[in-house]
């Protein structure tokens, strides 16, 4: 709900906070605004009113609404690459079996789920930003999808055995897959379904991986490598 200015004309104030305390809360309020209006429909005002600060002191924090909303999803895609690097560490570093890049196509899976999950509609702002037509948003959006698909195609290699360019494309297309299904299902308003829905793409998105895989392809334990 929107704070209504007093019949001064005058904000509410809200209670003081550290710096990085008052950036944290607008990068919060301008991700939920951002998400449920867009950013078009989105003012540094409604984001002043919603934080209960005057615009001099938003300003002070974010130049502009485009430096808030870059910020916004810098957030995002940083969080989607967290989510992304705690699902795979554990198998890239740990006892996977010859050749079972199966185990790391369901992990690529769940973090989609889990970061969509969590992230809610905001995760929009990485998936369908209605801003990418402005260059400086396009680099950021791309920027975050190329860190997380080198990720990706980093660990796909040493459990498939293919080139550095297939595994990129592998890379691209497990993440439209992913990111394509955990959307839909948060959609669905149905968590219970999650599990399944992980299971039944990882068993889509393997069964193409592994036909791809070579026969004479003898996997690399992850000390050797």
Known sequence: MMVVA??????????????????????????????????HHVSMDDIADRAEVSKPVLYRHFPSKLDLYLAVVDQRGEDL????????????????SPGDGRAVVAAIVRAYMAFVQTAGESSALLFESDVTHDADVRSRVERASSQTAGRIAGVLGPVTGLG??????????LISLAQGAATHRFRQADEDGN???????????WAGVQGLIRDDFEYVAPEER
């Open 6 to 39: 007093s019949s001064s004309g005058q904000r509410p104030r809200s209670p003081r906070m550290a710096r990085d305390e008052r950036r944290a809360q607008v990068l919060r309020i301008a991700q939920d605004l951002f998400s449920s209006e867009g950013f």
């Open 164 to 173: 550095e360019q297939d595994c990129d494309i592998l890379a691209v297309s």
């Open 81 to 96: 690459l967290a989510a992304v690097e705690e699902a795979v560490e554990p198998i890239e570093n740990g006892p996977v």
């Open 195 to 205: 599990e399944h829905a992980a299971e039944l793409v990882t068993r889509l998105a």
